[in-house]
């Protein structure tokens, strides 16, 4: 697993749309970030996500919590304006300190791997199929990814059944 943590800012509406910016950043530096918009239709706030890992999550760590909030929070401004400082509820989940994840929400895996390995993580062995988050064509790593992995290696059982 990686080490992340995550970052969710939320707010009365999602003003980086409204001028035209789709919230996605990779911002470099010593806190890289990578923001999204994790707006949904059906919440009543919009939401701003950030992830940060690996040697910048240790720069993350160093710093007090009320610094990482203002950091983040400058962050946003600098990409978004000063409308990110009317900020209504941040929340923050390190996913190290979480007994079931082992640091991060899915697994790293370096560049280059799925494309010369990937097949790999599909490929039957015999008669044994695999169907882990990590052999989803899409999603993976995630539960989403987990059903799609499951729904082909089903398939492929019983169009070997046929």
């Known amino acids: 697993m990686g080490r992340l943590a995550k970052i969710q800012v939320r707010y009365d509406e999602p003003f980086w749309q409204e001028r035209g910016l789709s919230g996605a950043v990779f911002e470099c530096g010593d806190l890289a970030f990578w923001l999204f918009d994790g707006s949904k239709p059906t919440d009543s706030l919009a939401t701003i996500v950030g992830f940060i890992g690996g040697k910048h999550l240790d720069v993350w760590h160093s710093l007090s919590s009320d610094e990482r909030e203002k950091r983040f929070i400058e962050i946003l401004v600098n990409n978004f304006g000063q409308k990110s400082r009317e900020v209504r509820y941040v ?3 390190d996913w190290t300190v979480q007994p079931w994840t082992g640091g991060a929400p899915v697994t790293f895996m370096p560049t280059g791997l799925l494309s010369s390995a ?21 999603w993976s790593g995630y539960i989403e990814g987990a059903l799609r992995a499951g729904k082909i290696a089903a398939a492929d059982v019983l169009g070997r059944l046929v």
């Open 91 to 93: 929340h923050e989940t």
């Open 118 to 138: 990937g097949s790999a993580l599909r490929e039957p062995a015999g008669r044994i199929h695999f169907a882990g988050t990590e052999a989803a064509p899409m």
